[in-house]
Each structure stands twice: as structure tokens, then as C-alpha cells.
């Protein structure tokens, strides 16, 4: 498969992003054969001294070397290295050697030098910036050094600085990418209990779920807010944030539907996202034709809309589709960040929950940081969860005011 073929160019690193089993560990054993074999058995390859470096050595062993995809089950007879236990290392017909290491132990690393390495599992090692580095000093045999690292990702600072790095190139691969090779009764499984959650995206689908620095909702936020279902709600809103123009070209018209309890005073009352229904590429009949679904799916007490760039055209067009719907606009007076903040801190108090399935929305709240939106285009689906919130839980909460008792 292609994300499992080392890319073109003057690269240093190469990262293989997976979701787990997406064949990453095949593409490193297949990389380092690639590395140390030459044309013919005895002849000698590209690189005579690899590094494998895993968590453990355990996990060295037992996938990068001895797993149903590591290098001994990939290499012909002809070819194959012997295993070395003793020595923990692995060493080829033609005299090239691969030596194990773990990052339990970053000073292990000081003092070989190697012409290549296979870092396993980066993301997950618990001493993963001082093994790196100490890997890095060590990598300095040869003309061109190279080094493959196999990872499912996870936002960890060593990994966002070498997917910065102007050296590295990476592919990236699903889990669904490996159906031939996985288990119907797995697959099933774990995309019914993970499909749309962060887990999912971040296990399954391989995505870096990243924050950025001063980001009003952060990842472990979202983690917090998820929830399987939600209990009877009081009421239920649509907001709806449309796009400058209605064509293929255009942003996404923001949909977002919100319901909420609301029994007690305001610090009681809980909002849970329920469904993330933004479209893209739509004329206005298309996307409030959306809208006016969303609303009729979950018994919506109101569908609430920006003006700013339609004006009465945005309740015109909701108006051709749906009569009788409750409307109300919303006009933007204040910048995307000003609006945000309050709704913000309603996650950072857990008053919102979200259902799962969000993951479209979740990544543009985590874009959105004290200085605007970081992400492309326009926040649209942010924009559509502020204004249903707001409407739900904001506006009303600055009207409420405690019942008078009257004295006996």
C-alpha cells in the first residue's frame, strides 16, 4: 500500500502515522530490509549498523523482531537474520547488524553510531525526548543517515517537534486501510464503540489531535465532555451560521444542534451538543433545507441564525422551507473570540456535554485560540455551537432572576 512505501526526496525522517493495525509495523521491518539487503544474499546494502528502538526491549523483540509483521517474518529464507538473544540483536547473511534498544534506558543509546534506525511506538514512551535525542547523536554513520519511525499518534511534544522539522516527511494510514488483513469480528467492533469519538479518530483514523498554544477548548476538554446519550431536555435549539455565497467554493454553513436542562437557577443547568449537521458546497434552499431537518429531528424549540452577511434573506429563505418554524436572528456586534470566551468557560465549568460523532466540530474548537482561528477557511461549525449556547444558556441566564418569597 502506498503509505507503507518510503516516499521520494532528500529525507531524514520518516514518519508512518497509523491507526492501530494499519500496517506500520510491516512497513518498518520492510524498510529496514530494504536497508540492509543488497542484490543478492551475501552482498551488502545501504546500511551495515541499525538501531531498533522500542518502549521495551520486550516490545523490540516480540513485534519489531519476532512479530507476525516484523523482520523475521518478513525476510526470505535466503535472507533471513538470526536472533541474537544475548546480544539483543539481530544479525543479517551479510554481516549487517541491527542491535535492540529501549526507552527505558536513553543511555544505552550513548556511545554506538548507526546509519539507520526503526523507531517504534514514539508517541507512547515515557522517556521519549532524552531516547530521541540520544538516538539523534548516535545516527551519524554513512553518507545519508536515514530513520523510520512507526507510531499511532498522540500529541506529545516530541512528536510535534519532528513533524515540524524540515527533514521529516510522513504518511498516514487508517485503520480501514488493513481490512484485508484484520478480522471482520475487530473491525466491527471497535468502530461501533469508537467510531466518532477522539479515541477513534486518534486510534483508528491515526490523527494527531493537536492543540495550540492558548486554545480557548483543548483536547482534554472535549475528553471530559464526552457522553453517551442525554437525558430529557427542556429545550432543544438550531444555530445556524450561513456562508457568504452559496457555492462549491463557499465555507461550510455551520449547523449545530444543542439542548439543555434548565431546572434550578442558571449554575444548574447543563447543555449537551447533540449533533454537528454543518454542510458544505449547498445553495441557500440546500442548506436551509439542512437546517430546517436538523430542527424537525430533534423536536427544536427554535432555529436561531446569523445576519450579519444575509441580512432578512437568511429568515427569508429558512421561512420558504419551513412556515412555521420559531426564528430568531442573532447579529454579531463583537469579534469571534469575544463571543466565544463565555461559551468557553461553560466547558471549563463541565456544564456542556457533547454526544459522539462531533469530531469535525471538536477539531475547530481547537483551533480557536485568544488570538482568532488557526485553522483554514472560517470557523463555521464554532460559530453555529456559539450562538445555539448562547441562546440557550447565556442570554436566558441573564434574565433569570431568583423568585421573590412572599412573607407569611
Known sequence: MDHQLPPEGDWKTWVILGGRGAGKTRAGAEWVRNMVEG???????KATRVALVGETLEQVREV??????????????????IWQETRRRLVWPNGAAAQAYSAHD??????????????DELAKWKNAEATWDMLQFGL????HPQQVV???????????QLLADAGTVQSHAPTEA????????????????????????????GLLMADIEGALWTRAMMDRAEVETAPDLDRVVVAVDPPVTGTTQSDACGIVVVGATMAGPPQDWRAFVLEDASVAGLSPQGWAEAACAAAHRWGADRLVA??????????????????LMS???????????????????LYEQGRIQHLRGLGDLEDQMCLMGAQGFEGDGSPDRVDALVWALTDLMLVPAQKWTQPKVRPL
Open 39 to 45: 542484490p543478492m544474499p551475501l552482498d551488502a546494502g
Open 64 to 81: 519489531m523482531v519476532h512479530g507476525e509483521s516484523g523482520i523475521l517474518a518478513c525476510s526470505p529464507p535466503d535472507r533471513r537474520p
Open 106 to 119: 536513553p543511555d544505552r543509546l550513548r556511545g554506538p553510531q548507526f546509519d539507520a534506525a526503526w523507531v
Open 140 to 143: 551519524r554513520l554513512g553518507d
Open 150 to 160: 512507526t507510531t499511532t499518534p498522540r500529541n506529545v511534544p516530541v512528536l510535534r
Open 178 to 205: 488493513n481490512r484485508a488483513n484484520l478480522a471482520q469480528s475487530f473491525l466491527e467492533e471497535v468502530e461501533r464503540r469508537y467510531a466518532g469519538t477522539r479515541l477513534g479518530r486518534q486510534e483508528l483514523e
Open 306 to 323: 446569523e445576519v450579519n452577511q444575509g441580512g432578512d434573506l437568511v429568515e427569508s429563505v429558512l421561512r420558504q422551507v419551513d412556515p
Open 327 to 345: 426564528y430568531r436572528a442573532v447579529r454579531a456586534s463583537r469579534g469571534k473570540v469575544a463571543r466565544a470566551e463565555p461559551v468557553a468557560a
